[in-house]
């Protein structure tokens, strides 16, 4: 069998649990026709570099399927029908990636370095308490 990556863009206006059932439903399809999903990742509503059937955002939702031609035949026209579905493209790869993707490691580095500007870190850059450069002075003791 081969290795593909299923990605899909749901509509902007779907909850989260509409969009768990539209992976599932994907994941159904290719189980009852003998693929196997490897991993599911849901990358959550992103900005779109354009608009789409009127939508300027997305829920992206990514599948790593183990599955012979003829069933992601059978997915990207079941997702095709899909009113909810805006976009997927279905990609054939050579190896699966281990661990996390890239849009997932870069979720994480982005909520780090959010805690870290929301009061994560004391000081400056270097660590150093701010405020090394000693009271200002007021104008008046400038002028006098």
Known sequence: MALYEHTFLARQDLAQAQVDALAENATKIIEDNGGKVVKTETWGLRSLAYRIAKNRKAHYVM??????GSVVAELERQTQINEDVIR???????ELEQGPTVMMRKQERDRERR???????EGGRD??????????????????
Do not use: C, K, N, Q
Not at 88 to 94: E, P
Not at 115 to 121: A, I, P, T, V
Not at 127 to 144: H, I, M, T, V
């Open 127 to 144: 660590g150093a308490p701010r405020g090394d450069r000693g009271p200002r002075r007021d104008r008046e003791e400038e002028a006098a």
């Open 88 to 94: 997927y493209m279905t990609v054939r790869v050579d």
């Open 63 to 68: 599948l790593e399927i183990d599955a012979p």
């Open 115 to 121: 805690s870290d500007r929301e009061g994560g870190r």
